[in-house]
């Protein structure tokens, strides 16, 4: 139908809408990247004021600050964002998820940037979600908004497909003008959003991201995220990636069930006003003594890939049963928020958890790359997106090419697992 629709169209027209598509991922990589640096930038200011700290792979968590108030800090977060989301979703328009957009529905854009800005706020101020989301949705409205204008200006019209792409591509390049890695946001576009690897998608999506990248880079520099000591992988990894992986690919496959069911009944209404105050004192009273738990995970993923003694098992054993509990509890509680940097942090421990079964046998490897591996393994199952998480902690941890045999060998294995285990079939 395409292939007729194409025939039908005079050279002109194409050139026109191959033009305007150039032109949109041009503007849409510059627009959407300044939008993720916007949010970085209140994110730091966030955590400066309720936690008078700034946060770095050195300092990932307000470890230097008193339990008391962090505690204060979550609760204040936590009313606030009940407060907003509770009057947001019940006396404006409803919330228009990335999904959604990409059926046709339009997202109201003064809705979904108080939306953005509140998710921001309440993980900056130690709320337990991921905070991927939110440059995410504000690039998915902004290149519905732009395709729309483009539309009106009547010029050249951006077809169905072109929007829907746009979207998805703006959506990635959220992500990569957040975390500095334009590949994973490429992935995240197609291999998550559109499910379509073509030429076309991936010039389009990557081209994008790599400018919104750039953008973001201009504050954030071009730093790993997460910090290990030997970014070099050797072949005894292996074994190790044999073991872990079913393992930790099945807890990544339960995790996903797990914020399923959270994002299915989600509290609604009045609901939230009892349900996520309520999550924000239990998250609050677990950071006074587990500063760990607060935010999008980074904190935990960072004390796992930085494990030196034996004291830290029973830490890290129940940091990731507190990290999944408390994650998928808020988003049931009603919040909005993402699920990746949280599957990273749960990863990453039982990663570790693993690497320390093999030395005691004997076996010595690095814990700091059993972590990431972890990491790359239960986000690549509870993603169902292998090549995504693959690129992703590549790019955020900066490894070199020896990392490519272990880590695909553990997303692909995880991808098996998911495809048994959730889906039913290969």
């Known amino acids: 139908m395409e292939h007729v629709l194409k025939e039908s ?21 510059i627009i959407v990247g300044f939008s993720s640096l916007i949010l970085s930038l209140f994110l730091d200011k966030v955590e400066q004021f309720f936690l008078s700290f700034k946060e770095s792979a050195l300092a990932p968590s307000a470890t230097m600050i008193a339990g008391s108030h962090r505690l204060i800090s979550v609760i204040i977060g936590g009313m606030l964002a009940t407060i907003i989301w509770y009057i947001l979703r019940t006396k404006f328009k409803p919330i228009i998820s990335i999904n959604q957009a990409l059926k046709g529905k339009q997202m109201p854009w003064i809705e979904t940037i108080i939306d953005v800005l509140t998710q921001i706020m309440f993980v900056g101020t130690g709320g337990s979600v991921g905070r991927e989301l939110a440059p995410r949705e504000a690039g998915a409205m902004l290149a519905q908004r732009w395709s729309n204008m483009i539309n009106k200006i009547g010029l050249s019209k951006i077809t169905p ?75 005894m990894m292996l074994p190790f990636v044999l073991i872990a992986s079913p393992i930790i690919g099945l807890v990544g496959v339960l995790f996903r069930k797990a914020f399923k069911w959270a994002e299915k009944f989600q509290a609604k209404n ?143 294995i995880a991808a098996i697992i998911s495809q048994l285990f959730f889906k039913g079939r290969l």
């Not at 169209?9 to 990589?29: D, F, R, Y």
């Not at 504050?219 to 030997?230: A, E, Q, S, T």
């Not at 949280?342 to 790359?369: D, E, R, T, Y």
């Open 161 to 235: 497909e072109d929007q829907q792409l746009l979207i998805a591509a703006a959506a990635g390049a959220g992500f990569a003008g957040i975390y500095i890695a334009p590949i994973t946001g490429m992935f995240f576009c197609v291999e998550i959003l559109l499910k379509k690897i073509t030429p076309k998608t991936v010039t389009i999506s990557l081209s994008m991201s790599v400018i919104s990248m750039l953008i973001g880079s201009l504050v954030k520099g071009f730093k790993p995220y997460y910090l290990i000591h030997d970014t070099h992988f050797s072949l």
């Open 270 to 412: 009045k609901q939230i006003l009892w349900q996520l105050p309520l999550l924000a004192v239990l998250t609050g009273l677990i950071a006074m003594i587990f500063p760990q738990i607060m935010g999008n995970g980074r904190a935990l993923a960072q004390l796992s890939m930085n494990y030196n003694h034996h004291f830290f098992i029973g830490i890290l054993i129940l940091g990731a049963i507190a990290k999944a509990t408390v994650t998928v509890l808020t988003i049931r509680a009603g919040a909005s928020g993402g699920t990746l940097t949280p599957s990273i942090a749960i990863g990453s421990a039982l990663g570790v958890l693993i690497g320390l079964g093999f030395n005691l046998l004997g076996f010595p490897l690095s814990l700091s790359q059993a972590a990431l591996l972890g990491a790359a393994i239960l986000l690549a199952a509870s993603q169902q997106a292998p090549l995504m998480a693959l690129f992703m902690i590549f790019e955020v941890s900066h490894l070199d090419y020896s990392a490519f045999l272990p880590l695909g060998l553990g997303v692909a």
């Open 9 to 29: 169209q005079n050279p002109k027209e194409i050139h026109q809408q191959t033009g305007i598509l150039i032109i949109s991922t041009i503007a849409l990589g």
